[in-house]
Protein backbone atom coordinates (compact mmCIF):
# COMPACT_ATOMS: atom_id res chain seq x y z
CA UNK A 1 0.00 0.00 0.00
CA UNK A 2 1.20 3.79 -0.21
CA UNK A 3 2.09 5.03 2.96
CA UNK A 4 4.53 7.56 4.15
CA UNK A 5 5.83 6.61 7.36
CA UNK A 6 8.10 8.23 9.47
CA UNK A 7 9.11 5.54 12.62
CA UNK A 8 9.77 7.87 15.20
CA UNK A 9 6.78 9.16 17.48
CA UNK A 10 8.79 11.53 20.16
CA UNK A 11 12.46 12.50 19.91
CA UNK A 12 14.01 14.14 22.38
CA UNK A 13 18.25 15.84 21.88
CA UNK A 14 20.32 18.34 23.59
CA UNK A 15 20.64 21.81 23.08
CA UNK A 16 23.05 22.38 20.41
CA UNK A 17 23.64 18.81 19.49
CA UNK A 18 22.66 17.35 15.99
CA UNK A 19 19.55 16.13 14.89
CA UNK A 20 17.92 13.16 12.14
CA UNK A 21 14.47 12.59 12.00
CA UNK A 22 13.60 9.56 9.21
CA UNK A 23 10.76 9.43 6.51
CA UNK A 24 10.25 6.51 4.33
CA UNK A 25 8.17 6.41 1.60
CA UNK A 26 6.07 3.28 -0.05
CA UNK A 27 4.97 4.33 -3.72
CA UNK A 28 5.52 2.84 -7.21
CA UNK A 29 7.23 6.16 -8.62
CA UNK A 30 9.23 8.61 -6.13
CA UNK A 31 6.85 11.11 -5.22
CA UNK A 32 7.45 14.74 -4.22
CA UNK A 33 8.68 15.09 -0.78
CA UNK A 34 8.20 17.82 2.02
CA UNK A 35 9.14 18.52 5.26
CA UNK A 36 6.99 20.79 7.65
CA UNK A 37 7.26 22.07 10.85
CA UNK A 38 4.24 22.78 13.38
CA UNK A 39 4.63 24.58 16.71
CA UNK A 40 1.86 24.19 18.64
CA UNK A 41 -1.94 25.41 17.78
CA UNK A 42 -0.42 26.77 15.09
CA UNK A 43 0.06 25.97 10.77
CA UNK A 44 2.33 24.25 8.83
CA UNK A 45 5.25 25.34 7.82
CA UNK A 46 7.20 24.60 4.51
CA UNK A 47 11.03 23.47 5.89
CA UNK A 48 11.73 22.30 2.19
CA UNK A 49 10.62 20.15 -0.52
CA UNK A 50 12.70 17.58 -3.33
CA UNK A 51 11.30 16.77 -6.78
CA UNK A 52 14.05 16.02 -8.90
CA UNK A 53 17.86 16.67 -8.91
CA UNK A 54 20.12 17.38 -6.39
CA UNK A 55 19.37 15.13 -3.95
CA UNK A 56 20.67 17.04 -1.08
CA UNK A 57 18.30 20.06 -0.19
CA UNK A 58 18.67 22.81 2.02
CA UNK A 59 15.71 24.67 3.29
CA UNK A 60 15.22 27.47 5.94
CA UNK A 61 16.30 27.33 9.98
CA UNK A 62 19.38 25.24 9.08
CA UNK A 63 17.37 22.22 7.94
CA UNK A 64 18.44 20.09 5.05
CA UNK A 65 17.37 16.62 3.85
CA UNK A 66 18.80 13.99 1.53
CA UNK A 67 16.99 12.56 -0.95
CA UNK A 68 17.89 8.43 -0.99
CA UNK A 69 16.15 6.58 -3.82
CA UNK A 70 18.16 2.99 -2.68
CA UNK A 71 16.01 3.23 0.72
CA UNK A 72 13.17 5.26 -0.18
CA UNK A 73 13.92 7.52 2.36
CA UNK A 74 13.91 11.24 2.73
CA UNK A 75 15.63 12.34 6.59
CA UNK A 76 15.92 15.42 7.57
CA UNK A 77 19.19 16.53 9.84
CA UNK A 78 20.03 19.96 11.61
CA UNK A 79 23.63 20.31 12.49
CA UNK A 80 23.30 21.78 15.87
CA UNK A 81 19.84 22.07 17.25
CA UNK A 82 18.36 25.12 18.72
CA UNK A 83 15.11 25.15 21.91
CA UNK A 84 13.22 27.02 19.51
CA UNK A 85 13.34 23.66 17.11
CA UNK A 86 10.92 22.20 19.33
CA UNK A 87 7.56 21.08 17.68
CA UNK A 88 6.01 18.59 15.49
CA UNK A 89 7.51 17.68 12.27
CA UNK A 90 5.98 16.18 9.25
CA UNK A 91 7.30 14.17 6.02
CA UNK A 92 4.50 14.54 3.32
CA UNK A 93 4.53 13.39 -0.36
CA UNK A 94 2.28 14.48 -3.21
CA UNK A 95 2.19 11.24 -5.60
CA UNK A 96 1.68 13.38 -8.74
CA UNK A 97 1.52 10.28 -10.78
CA UNK A 98 -1.28 9.01 -9.72
CA UNK A 99 -3.20 12.36 -9.25
CA UNK A 100 -3.23 12.36 -5.73
CA UNK A 101 -2.78 15.38 -3.02
CA UNK A 102 -0.69 15.91 -0.45
CA UNK A 103 -0.44 13.29 2.57
CA UNK A 104 0.99 13.36 5.61
CA UNK A 105 3.59 11.12 8.00
CA UNK A 106 2.31 10.62 11.56
CA UNK A 107 4.63 13.21 12.81
CA UNK A 108 7.94 13.36 14.81
CA UNK A 109 7.94 15.30 18.24
CA UNK A 110 10.85 16.83 18.93
CA UNK A 111 11.50 17.88 22.42
CA UNK A 112 14.91 20.13 23.16
CA UNK A 113 16.72 19.61 26.68
CA UNK A 114 18.81 22.53 27.82
CA UNK B 1 1.04 38.51 0.04
CA UNK B 2 2.77 35.32 0.88
CA UNK B 3 -0.18 34.33 3.10
CA UNK B 4 -2.97 32.47 3.60
CA UNK B 5 -5.62 33.85 6.15
CA UNK B 6 -8.25 31.91 8.14
CA UNK B 7 -10.79 33.34 10.09
CA UNK B 8 -12.15 32.99 12.47
CA UNK B 9 -8.92 31.25 14.76
CA UNK B 10 -11.17 29.76 17.50
CA UNK B 11 -15.06 29.08 17.15
CA UNK B 12 -17.22 27.25 19.93
CA UNK B 13 -20.27 26.30 18.49
CA UNK B 14 -23.78 23.94 19.72
CA UNK B 15 -24.35 20.78 17.57
CA UNK B 16 -27.18 22.81 16.13
CA UNK B 17 -25.35 25.92 15.40
CA UNK B 18 -24.82 26.80 11.49
CA UNK B 19 -21.18 28.51 10.99
CA UNK B 20 -19.05 29.48 8.45
CA UNK B 21 -15.35 28.90 8.36
CA UNK B 22 -13.34 31.17 5.73
CA UNK B 23 -9.88 31.15 3.96
CA UNK B 24 -8.37 33.71 2.11
CA UNK B 25 -5.02 33.70 -0.67
CA UNK B 26 -3.94 36.28 -2.70
CA UNK B 27 -0.61 34.53 -3.87
CA UNK B 28 -2.90 33.68 -7.17
CA UNK B 29 -2.88 30.13 -6.28
CA UNK B 30 -5.45 28.20 -8.31
CA UNK B 31 -5.21 25.20 -6.05
CA UNK B 32 -6.92 25.39 -2.50
CA UNK B 33 -7.81 22.44 -0.04
CA UNK B 34 -9.05 21.76 3.45
CA UNK B 35 -7.24 19.80 6.10
CA UNK B 36 -8.58 18.28 9.56
CA UNK B 37 -6.37 17.90 12.07
CA UNK B 38 -7.38 16.10 15.33
CA UNK B 39 -4.94 16.67 18.48
CA UNK B 40 -1.24 14.45 17.95
CA UNK B 41 -2.54 13.65 14.50
CA UNK B 42 -1.11 14.55 11.43
CA UNK B 43 -3.45 16.50 8.80
CA UNK B 44 -6.19 15.14 6.94
CA UNK B 45 -7.28 15.77 3.64
CA UNK B 46 -11.16 17.12 3.18
CA UNK B 47 -11.15 18.79 -0.22
CA UNK B 48 -9.58 19.78 -3.28
CA UNK B 49 -10.81 23.20 -5.34
CA UNK B 50 -8.99 23.18 -8.40
CA UNK B 51 -9.86 26.85 -10.64
CA UNK B 52 -12.45 26.87 -8.39
CA UNK B 53 -14.01 23.80 -9.32
CA UNK B 54 -14.35 21.05 -6.44
CA UNK B 55 -11.98 18.52 -7.41
CA UNK B 56 -11.85 15.56 -4.39
CA UNK B 57 -14.32 15.55 -1.73
CA UNK B 58 -12.15 12.35 0.19
CA UNK B 59 -15.93 10.92 1.93
CA UNK B 60 -16.52 13.81 4.12
CA UNK B 61 -20.16 13.97 5.61
CA UNK B 62 -22.35 16.45 4.12
CA UNK B 63 -22.76 18.34 7.71
CA UNK B 64 -19.10 20.05 5.83
CA UNK B 65 -20.24 21.88 2.96
CA UNK B 66 -17.25 24.14 1.08
CA UNK B 67 -17.54 26.63 -1.46
CA UNK B 68 -14.97 28.04 -3.47
CA UNK B 69 -17.29 31.74 -4.25
CA UNK B 70 -13.59 32.84 -6.15
CA UNK B 71 -10.05 32.65 -7.06
CA UNK B 72 -9.11 34.00 -4.03
CA UNK B 73 -11.76 32.09 -1.31
CA UNK B 74 -12.21 29.24 0.19
CA UNK B 75 -14.86 28.55 2.43
CA UNK B 76 -16.34 25.86 4.78
CA UNK B 77 -19.45 25.63 5.87
CA UNK B 78 -20.76 23.88 9.16
CA UNK B 79 -24.16 22.30 10.07
CA UNK B 80 -25.11 20.17 12.72
CA UNK B 81 -21.54 19.08 13.82
CA UNK B 82 -20.96 16.55 16.48
CA UNK B 83 -18.32 16.83 19.16
CA UNK B 84 -15.85 14.27 17.42
CA UNK B 85 -16.13 17.27 14.63
CA UNK B 86 -13.69 18.96 17.26
CA UNK B 87 -10.41 19.73 15.73
CA UNK B 88 -7.85 22.52 13.74
CA UNK B 89 -8.82 23.10 10.52
CA UNK B 90 -6.20 24.07 8.36
CA UNK B 91 -6.60 26.07 4.87
CA UNK B 92 -3.43 25.31 2.37
CA UNK B 93 -3.02 27.08 -1.69
CA UNK B 94 -0.61 26.09 -3.92
CA UNK B 95 -0.05 26.98 -7.29
CA UNK B 96 -2.16 24.20 -9.12
CA UNK B 97 -2.51 21.11 -8.48
CA UNK B 98 0.67 18.60 -8.29
CA UNK B 99 4.41 18.94 -8.10
CA UNK B 100 4.31 22.20 -5.42
CA UNK B 101 4.36 23.05 -2.41
CA UNK B 102 1.25 23.90 -0.13
CA UNK B 103 1.23 26.96 1.67
CA UNK B 104 -0.71 26.48 4.90
CA UNK B 105 -3.08 28.84 7.24
CA UNK B 106 -2.73 29.05 10.96
CA UNK B 107 -6.09 27.55 11.30
CA UNK B 108 -9.54 27.48 13.01
CA UNK B 109 -9.49 25.68 15.78
CA UNK B 110 -12.84 24.41 16.34
CA UNK B 111 -14.93 23.07 19.49
CA UNK B 112 -18.16 21.39 19.36
CA UNK B 113 -20.17 21.44 22.54
Known amino acids: AQSVTQPDIHITVSEGASLELRCNYS??????LFWYVQSPGQGLQLLLK??????LVQGIKGFEAEFKRSQSSFNLRKPSVHWSDAAEYFC????????????FGAGTRLTVKP | DTEVTQTPKHLVMGMTNKKSLKCEQH?????MYWYKQKAKKPPELMFV???????INESVPSRFSPECPNSSLLNLHLHALQPEDSALYLC????????????FGSGTRLTVV
Open chain 2, 27 to 31: MGHRA
Open chain 1, 92 to 103: AVVDWYNNNDMR
Open chain 1, 50 to 55: YFSGDT
Open chain 1, 27 to 32: YGATPY
Open chain 2, 49 to 55: YSYEKLS
Open chain 2, 92 to 103: ASSQERGPHGYT
